[in-house]
């Protein structure tokens, strides 16, 4: 065997062993590559979610909430007059139509001090629009009571609800209850930017959730309801429809 031949074949070997290399080398480059897009995918579809969901951060009560932490008060009457709790949900069609009619009535006379006026929020339309508009709407209007603005909020919200309502819809969009309501009612500056963090970081989705377990606990199941000192009334008995006559025949089953 001559030396040139040999030679030809020792280089043949080495070019087979670098193109082995390489391809092994490729191989291991494109698995990792493809691991890295798996992860970063994962990363996004989580950012996503939690952008879209409302990431839930460090828990607050309200500062109106009531002793019990399982309501949030509007306003307080004079020693001795009774208590009025108005249970509700955002989606209601009922309870926007209940807010607009009554609910100024039953803030003045709060205010005017002949009953305490307190509200439970509750989310069980969201089961039946299957969105999340209740829940985030209860979340929101605790989160502007820091602003001190929480019965205004509230009233916006009612005034904003969707209408026809549909299953499947948002109900109330971020931007609404995030920046559009909180304009409306005043809330600015650094009280803004406090409320979008609690909304944003979904603070006071605790408390929401323990109103509404409160309210089941309390025997109610429909909305809007009222109860004076825990007695759940009837409005339908009422003679005089009217925000007088209402208000009246609260006072009168006190």
């Known amino acids: 065997m001559s030396s040139q031949a040999s030679n030809r074949r020792e280089q043949l070997r080495r070019q087979q062993?670098?193109?082995?290399?390489?391809?092994?080398?490729?191989r291991i480059v494109g698995i990792v590559a493809a691991v890295v897009v798996i992860v970063l995918v994962g990363i996004?579809?989580?950012?996503?979610?939690?952008a879209a969901n409302g990431s839930k951060g460090a828990q607050v009560t309200p500062p109106n909430a009531n002793a019990d932490k399982n309501?949030?008060?509007?306003?307080?009457?004079?020693?001795?007059?009774?208590?009025?709790?108005?249970?509700?949900d955002y989606q209601c069609s009922a309870c926007a139509s209940f807010e607009e009619n009554y609910g100024t009535m039953l803030e003045n006379t709060a205010k005017a001090g002949d009953w305490t006026l307190q509200t439970k929020t509750m989310t069980f339309m969201e089961d039946r629009l299957r969105n999340t508009a209740s829940l985030r709407a209860a979340v929101a209007a605790s989160c502007s009571d820091a602003a001190g603005v929480y019965w205004a909020y509230n009233r916006e919200v009612f005034a904003n609800q969707e209408s026809p309502q549909a299953p499947n819809t948002p109900g109330y969009t971020d931007e609404l209850l995030r920046d559009t309501i909180p304009a409306k009612v005043g809330i600015t500056g650094d009280a803004l930017t406090s409320?979008?963090?609690?909304?944003?970081q979904r603070a006071t989705n605790d408390f929401v959730e323990g109103v509404e377990r409160s309210a089941y606990d309390d025997g109610v199941n429909t909305t809007p309801t009222i109860t004076v000192n825990g007695k759940k009334l009837d409005l339908n008995q009422a003679k005089n429809a009217t925000p007088a006559g209402i208000r009246q025949f609260i006072l009168d089953n006190a």
């Not at 309501?71 to 509700?88: D, H, I, N, S």
């Not at 409320?195 to 944003?200: G, K, L, S």
Request: aromatic letters at 10%; glycine letters at 4%; a positive charge.
């Open 71 to 88: 309501a949030l008060v509007v306003a307080k009457g004079r020693e001795g007059t009774p208590l009025v709790t108005l249970y509700a």
């Open 44 to 50: 996004l579809v989580f950012a996503l979610v939690n």
């Open 195 to 200: 409320f979008q963090q609690c909304y944003d």
């Open 17 to 26: 062993e670098a193109a082995q290399k390489a391809k092994r080398t490729q």
